[in-house]
Antibody, heavy 121, light 107 residues
Framework: EVQLLESGGGSVQPGGSLRLSCAVS????????MSWVRQAPGKGLEWVSS????????YYADSVRGRFTISRDNSKNTLYLQMIGLRAEDTAIYYC??????????????WGQGTPVTVSS | DIQMTQSPSSLSASVGDRVTITCRAS??????LAWYQQRPGKVPKLLIY???TLQSGVPSRFSGSGSGTDFTLTISSLYPEDVATYYC?????????FGPGTKVDIK
């Protein structure tokens, strides 16, 4: 059974940092691209970042480029999102999601339950 | 960047109705389009990829069509459990933008 479990969310002041993690099981992690998608309260889905199966290439939304860094540890079956310079508009539920393919994006076929991030003074 | 729009933004239909949602890309994206369903309070679920390929386990009343800039998601006969917001997502190149969503409820 495919499982994705996010952690690391919480409340932080503007300008602060957080590191999200997504521990996965039930599939060959290194064989699939992974993504982070967020959803602000009452809003739609926003793609944030994706990384290829090897971790060698990553892609970012303009809204987070230069502040967020996606990475993965294939030996630990874990995906990460390092977030710095957080802003109020980064407040959202952050989902990690598995791609159908090694190379993003071919459709996100499994999603975690999400971890909430609140940026407020 | 390519912009994604959806219409309508919301709709109300009766059980058994045929429902069609449109997604439009500001530039051609071939068939690099996916559709997702997000039921209230739930995690998004992949319905369709490649504009028209049904994801495993998705009921056959869902179908997708289109290529280039114009795409549709059709529910052939609306069920109560189809109450949800539906999102399209482009994936020809990054950024892998989602559409703004279409909220479907029961009349």
């Amino acid at each position: 059974e495919v499982q994705l479990l996010e952690s690391g969310g919480g409340s932080v002041q503007p300008g602060g940092s957080l590191r999200l993690s997504c521990a996965v099981s039930g599939f060959t992690f290194r064989a699939y691209a992974m993504s982070w998608v967020r959803q602000a309260p009452g809003k739609g889905l926003e793609w944030v970042s994706s990384i290829v199966g090897s971790g060698g290439s990553a892609y970012y939304a303009d809204s987070v480029r230069g502040r967020f860094t996606i990475s993965r540890d294939n030996s630990k079956n874990t995906l990460y999102l390092q977030m710095i310079g957080l802003r109020a508009e980064d407040t959202a539920i952050y989902y990690c999601a598995k791609d159908r393919s090694w190379d993003p994006m071919r459709g996100l076929d499994f999603w975690g339950q999400g971890t909430p991030v609140t940026v407020s003074s | 960047d390519i912009q994604m729009t959806q219409s309508p933004s919301s709709l109300s239909a009766s059980v058994g109705d045929r429902v069609t949602i449109t997604c439009r890309a500001s530039q051609g994206i071939s068939n690099y389009l996916a559709w997702y369903q997000q039921r209230p309070g739930k995690v998004p679920k992949l319905l369709i990829y490649g504009a028209s390929t049904l994801q495993s386990g998705v009921p056959s009343r869902f179908s997708g069509s289109g290529s280039g800039t114009d795409f549709t998601l059709t529910i052939s006969s609306l069920y109560p459990e189809d109450v949800a917001t539906y999102y399209c997502q482009k994936y020809n190149t990054a950024p892998f933008t989602f559409g703004p969503g279409t909220k479907v409820d029961i009349k």
